[in-house]
């Protein structure tokens, strides 16, 4: 039976060597299609790091979504080494977990790993090692926005778009504090063209939310697909 929570969701990401756990960061997910959380449920149009949503129970949630979750898995004998996350939800102010997942988020990832200035390499080693203790995380204070670039029509019939020119990327690649991730993106020679329906995603930073959505909106205005036919939400961010 479902507790029907009312409130706002956050992802909250650790990694773990068995033993002991470091906090990588916060984000918030925009699942639905359309600003203010309006339409269908997408594999998600944006995210941002941190998540205001966890602002003031950052403890709350270690305490008991994220410590006590590693604690119980090794009491039944499960040393778990890897990337962690929980999909919560704060409501009244008390995060509630809504579900554990073994794995990077999608699109958190894009705006939680970028925060981690040690060489990440040396972090998952360090994981798989059960050396987590020997590594002290540098984060950036910085907050980053993802938004993602979808096809019209998407997640419903976007056939229409597949193989059309998307335009505008390659001067994209050239602003240095940009950071763009392909997803469903056929590159043909040395052009990039609509190829499933989420597309790519663009990620842009500040030192707050108004300074990241100015970068990474700023970003997006110079990508478009031929026939008006690129999708993305407005309101990451917000
Ligand atoms: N962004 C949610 C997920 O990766 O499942």
């Avoid at 002991?20 to 790091?49: C, E, Q, R, W």
Wanted: hydrophobic content about 35%; aromatic content about 10%.
């Amino acid at each position: 039976i479902e507790d029907a929570l009312e409130g706002r969701e956050f992802s909250y990401f650790a990694i773990s060597d068995g033993k002991t756990h470091k906090i990588l960061g916060s984000a918030k997910d925009y699942k639905t299609l359309f600003d203010g959380d309006n339409g269908p449920n997408t594999g998600s149009m944006g995210s941002v790091s941190p998540s205001g949503t966890v602002k003031g129970i950052e403890e709350k949630i270690e305490n008991d979504l994220v410590s006590r979750a590693f604690d119980g898995m090794r009491k039944e004998g499960i040393f778990y080494k890897g990337v962690f996350y929980v999909g919560g939800i704060s409501a009244e102010s008390k995060p509630f977990c809504i579900e554990y997942n073994a794995r990077w988020g999608d699109p958190e990832c894009q705006v939680v790993l970028p925060s981690l200035q040690n060489d990440y390499v040396d972090v998952v080693q360090a994981s798989i090692d059960g050396k987590l203790n020997k590594i002290d995380l540098i984060q950036d204070d910085l907050t980053r926005i993802c938004v993602v670039g979808a096809a019209r029509g998407y997640p419903g019939n976007y056939l229409d778009v597949i193989g059309k020119r998307i335009s505008g990327l390659e001067d994209v690649l050239k602003i240095p504090e940009i950071k763009i991730y392909g997803a469903g993106i056929k590159v043909e020679g040395g052009k990039f063209y609509a190829n499933s329906g989420r597309l790519f995603s663009i990620v842009g930073k500040g030192r707050n939310v108004l300074e990241a959505r100015e970068k990474v909106y700023e970003a997006m205005k110079l990508v478009s697909i031929e026939g008006n036919n690129l999708h993305y939400r407005k309101d990451i961010g917000i």
